[in-house]
T-cell receptor, first 117, second 115 residues
Framework: ETGVTQTPRHLVMGMTNKKSLKCEQHLGHNAMYWYKQSAKKPLELMFVYSLEERVENNSVPSRFSPECPNSSHLFLHLHTLQPEDSALYLC????????????????FGQGTRLTVV | AQSVAQPEDQVNVAEGNPLTVKCTYSVSGNPYLFWYVQYPNRGLQFLLKYITGDNLVKGSYGFEAEFNKSQTSFHLKKPSALVSDSALYFCAVRDALSGYSTLTFGKGTMLLVSP
């Protein structure tokens, strides 16, 4: 295990549902990220939080709403999703800036496989 | 702006043969370079990194990578491939000089090792 835990691992939801994805990191990092991974497409960075402040939002539709209540937890709230939102959603954490040559890499959770029906 | 190119969508190699997965990068400052591996329906696992020092870095599962500054490359290598190495491999870069920066990933290369 990498120290980053995502729940649930699998989620099936209807287009009118509201659900949330949860991510927790036990690495003492101060930055957390949401990525979207769709079939046959590159990894898409969705949101970045550094010290619990959102520092990047890559033009993500408002039906995705992130929340970072503290440096260890990150949520992605979902509502009125579309079938094309079906993907693997990955959470990651890192230390920013890194402490010298250590703590330079990001660690990923196992992902949540989301299917929108 | 940072960028990473992985020119091959797929690399096929026979078990026991050496493998190379290619990566080139572009970054304004000094690069931190990484390789990650992803097995089906799993997250990305860190394999190895280049930060500074020796151009040849060794990582998990017998993988190594060579940093070449003049060619801006960071190719992943393994002397003898295993069937269990079959997975999706991602190269990534971040700018070492930025006070805050995110990883930029390549599009990934699928490695298929045949028995």
């Amino acid at each position: 295990e990498t120290g980053v835990t995502q729940t649930p691992r699998h989620l099936v939801m209807g287009m009118t549902n509201k659900k949330s994805l949860k991510c927790e990191q036990h690495l003492g990092h101060n930055a957390m990220y949401w990525y979207k991974q769709s079939a046959k497409k590159p990894l898409e960075l969705m949101f970045v939080y550094s010290l619990e402040e959102r520092v990047e939002n890559n033009s993500v539709p408002s039906r995705f709403s992130p929340e970072c209540p503290n440096s260890s937890h990150l949520f992605l709230h979902l509502h009125t999703l579309q079938p094309e939102d079906s993907a693997l959603y990955l959470c990651a954490s890192s230390q920013d800036p890194p402490t010298g040559d250590r703590n330079t890499e990001a660690f990923f959770g196992q992902g949540t496989r989301l299917t929108v029906v | 702006a940072q960028s990473v190119a992985q020119p091959e969508d797929q690399v096929n190699v026979a078990e026991g043969n050496p493998l190379t997965v290619k990566c080139t990068y572009s970054v304004s400052g000094n690069p931190y370079l990484f390789w990650y591996v992803q097995y089906p329906n799993r997250g990305l696992q860190f394999l190895l990194k280049y930060i500074t020092g020796d151009n040849l870095v060794k990582g998990s599962y017998g993988f190594e990578a060579e940093f070449n500054k003049s060619q801006t490359s960071f190719h992943l290598k393994k002397p003898s491939a295993l069937v269990s190495d079959s997975a999706l491999y991602f190269c990534a870069v971040r700018d070492a000089l930025s006070g805050y920066s995110t990883l930029t990933f390549g599009k990934g290369t699928m490695l298929l090792v045949s028995p």
